[in-house]
């Protein structure tokens, strides 16, 4: 069994709509590239999402995905929200 890793690129947009989403927020934050890993000849695969972290929060974004994630699966807001959400907390 082989595992196969490609990093996905987060779009140009996505990223300039982040920095400035954050520097209007006042955080510091650090932007990790996501990725897809899948297992060779299979049809199995895992995306792995693109991950801002700001603070001690992980925030899980997905590239023309209106939704954001907030340390996993379970909590979501909106991306157009994200700017309130991190003023707030």
């Known amino acids: 069994m082989t595992i196969e890793t490609k990093e996905l690129v987060l779009s140009e947009e996505l990223r300039k709509k982040i920095d ?24 199995i695969a895992y995306v792995k999402p693109h991950i801002l972290k700001v603070n001690s929060d992980n925030y899980l974004l997905f590239d023309e995905c209106d939704d954001i994630f907030i340390n996993g699966y379970k909590k979501k807001i909106k991306f157009k929200d994200l700017e309130e959400y991190l003023k707030e907390n």
Do not use: H, P, W
């Open 20 to 43: 400035m989403i954050c520097r209007f927020a006042c955080v510091k934050y650090e932007l990790i590239n996501g990725d897809i890993i899948s297992i060779k000849n299979t049809n």
